[in-house]
């Protein structure tokens, strides 16, 4: 994350078989995320408006972490737990 930031928000979401996106009313007006899948694993993602399924999409595992560098990545972040993975939990922090 950059010094630019003047405020952070976080999250945790639930990873399970449901396709889901980050909270719209937790990353109004943030410039950045950090998203760190924190239990369970792996996990399927994508983060340009694409769906993953548990067999297309990113691969994340437990303790993988990474940036989404603009309003439009965070929007646009979709995922899913990995078909035969456990379904567990992403921590996400928003820097505005």
Do not use: H
Request: aromatic content about 10%; charged content about 20%; some cysteine.
């Amino acid at each position: 994350m950059n010094g630019r930031s003047i405020g952070a928000v976080g999250e945790r979401l639930v990873v399970d078989a449901l396709v889901r996106s980050l909270t719209p009313d937790s990353y109004v007006f943030a410039l950045e995320a950090e998203v760190w899948v924190s239990d369970g694993g792996p996990i399927r993602c994508y983060f340009d408006g694409r769906t993953p399924d548990g067999n297309t999409g990113v691969v994340l595992m437990a303790g993988n972490r990474l940036t989404l560098a603009s309003l439009y990545e965070i929007a646009a972040f979709r995922y899913v737990q990995r078909t035969g993975g456990a379904a567990g939990a992403l921590e996400v922090v928003y820097r505005k």
